[in-house]
């Protein structure tokens, strides 16, 4: 089991920056090999922001790349997300997931959530 608890949300006007943090705990976490963020708008559905392996290799939607950095910290089992030169279209619930791959089965994991609201 891994449970992931996510901080760093809040207010921020447009053009502003905020970083959000994920610390992964529990029993399984030395089994994460994939984590990163997801976020849902309101009314819509949750979709992928970025993503970092355990190795270090990233990927973004398109609708952040250059504004947005995810990264890692191992040896902390956090991972975290800048988030520059905001949007309102930013404004949602953030989302930290972690995966766990066994054989052909993955195993998902989701935060509770934090609320970033973007103003115009």
């Known amino acids: 089991q891994v449970q992931l608890v996510e901080s760093g949300g809040g207010l921020a006007p447009a053009r502003g920056s905020l970083r959000l943090s994920c610390v992964a705990s529990?029993?399984?976490?030395?089994?994460?090999?994939?984590m990163g963020w997801y976020y849902q708008a309101p009314e819509k559905s949750r979709e992928l922001v970025a993503t970092i392996t355990s190795g270090g290799s990233t990927n973004y939607a398109d609708s952040v790349k250059g504004r947005f950095t995810v990264s890692g910290d191992n040896a902390k089992n956090m991972v975290y997300l800048q988030m520059n030169s905001l949007k309102p279209e930013d404004t949602g619930v953030y989302y930290c997931h972690a995966r766990i791959r066994d054989g052909l089965v993955d195993y998902h994991f989701w935060g509770q959530g934090t609320q970033v609201t973007v103003s115009s």
């Open positions: 529990g029993r399984d976490i030395v089994s994460i090999k994939l």
